[in-house]
């Protein structure tokens, strides 16, 4: 008789013990990630899947993106559940990542959000280096960018084929569909779109989204030569 008293105090130590077991945490990570169009591997799971999880050595790869990571951190409050939504906080620190720019760009608007709405409110990165392919449907080249910041904004410094820029970017869609970007950069980087461009720098704001990009630049200090040859110095407008 006296072992029945002892089942519920068991049962409750087996509810607060199982969000810690690592197979489960390992399994919910693998649906999770699933359900969002992607699939990763790892060397280790933790954390507490009532709070939040993290992978060591985690490859997640899906949607356009490639990400190679030492450990990637997913905190979130299930509390949010009862306004049908899950605010999501994502670290990723020391690693690599490849973004497809054709793929992570949606052709159309993302349409309205299902019962529940899945929102990344933190997207922190830490020694990533970042690498992002010639685009098509966008026409941008291939570059090499650091990145820094928690989100909605991030610090970054690219390296295109010719010249580099600095760039403070924010990001304004639900997800990472839409973007708002203000940069400097060494006029040369243009010479991908026409490379009679030589010197100078190019100020730009920009405003990326499903319908395309568009925005506003200015150079100052501009060199550039024409056919002809013709050669104009001190461009700026």
């Known amino acids: 008789m006296r072992v029945w008293r002892w089942i519920p105090t068991i049962l409750l130590l087996l509810l607060l013990v ?3 077991f690592p197979p489960l945490i390992s399994y919910v990570l ?3 990630l699933k359900a969002g169009g992607f699939k990763g591997s790892w060397s280790g799971v933790g954390g ?3 709070t939040g999880i993290h992978a060591n050595d985690a490859k997640i790869s899906g949607n356009g993106i490639k990400v190679e990571a030492g450990q990637v951190r997913v905190s979130y409050s299930l509390l949010s559940l009862a306004r049908k939504e899950l605010p999501l906080r994502i670290s990723a620190k020391d690693g690599v990542a490849a973004i497809n720019w054709d793929t ?3 052709s159309k608007p993302p349409g309205p959000s299902g019962a529940l709405k899945l929102r990344v409110d933190e997207f922190r990165l830490e020694n990533v280096q970042v690498s992002i392919n010639q685009g098509k449907r966008f026409p941008i080249p291939t570059m ?3 990145i820094s910041g928690q989100g909605p904004d991030y610090n970054v410094g690219v390296e295109l084929p010719e010249g580099k820029a600095t760039a403070s970017v924010r990001r304004t869609g639900r997800e990472f569909e839409a973007w708002d970007i203000r940069a400097t950069a060494d006029a040369r980087a243009a010479r991908y779109w026409y490379n009679g461009v030589e010197a100078g720098t190019i100020k730009g704001h920009w405003i ?3 319908k395309g990009i568009r925005g506003d630049n200015q150079i100052s200090g501009g060199i550039v ?3 002809g040859p013709i ?3 001190d461009v700026a407008g």
Do not use: D, H, V, W
Request: no cysteine; charged share 10%; glycine share 4%.
């Open 48 to 50: 507490y899947l009532l």
């Open 231 to 233: 050669t104009a110095t």
């Open 225 to 227: 030569r024409f056919p």
């Open 208 to 210: 990326i989204n499903s």
């Open 104 to 106: 992570i760009i949606p």
């Open 144 to 146: 090499k960018a650091s």
């Open 30 to 32: 693998q649906e999770g």
């Open 18 to 20: 199982l969000p810690a």
